[in-house]
Nanobody
Framework: QVQLVESGGGLVQAGGSLRLSCAASGSIFSINAMGWYRQAPGKQRELVASITSDVTINYADSVKGRFTISRYNAKNTVYLQMNSLKPEDTAVYYC????????????????WGQGTQVTVSS
């Protein structure tokens, strides 16, 4: 099995910054992509940012220019640097990983972290 553990959430004022971290552990042969999603109360979960093994990066339009995703492959870790935070960024942020778990099986499996709360006060 694979576990994803997020950290770095908290409470900040509008205009402040936070950095989220997500570390993957367990039965991992390779991680083909990692990303961050968020879900605010009453809204659907949405993609915030993702990064693939070929370093293709996608951002939601609402966070472009403010958030930066990066990946440290040696530690199976993905980061989300969030700057110029706005109250509308308030949500639970979830880490996601597409994982190949065995050399004998090259299928990708989707794993999720438990979520970390980000609250931005106005």
């Amino acid at each position: 099995q694979v576990q994803l553990v997020e950290s770095g959430g908290g409470l900040v004022q509008a205009g402040g910054s936070l950095r989220l971290s997500c570390a993957a552990s367990g039965s991992i042969f390779s991680i083909n992509a990692m990303g961050w999603y968020r879900q605010a109360p009453g809204k659907q979960r949405e993609l915030v940012a993702s990064i693939t093994s070929d370093v293709t990066i996608n951002y939601a339009d609402s966070v472009k220019g403010r958030f930066t995703i990066s990946r440290y492959n040696a530690k199976n870790t993905v980061y989300l640097q969030m700057n110029s935070l706005k109250p509308e960024d308030t949500a639970v942020y979830y880490c996601n990983a597409e994982v190949v778990t065995s050399i004998w099986d090259n299928r990708e499996y989707d794993y999720w972290g438990q979520g970390t709360q980000v609250t931005v006060s106005s």
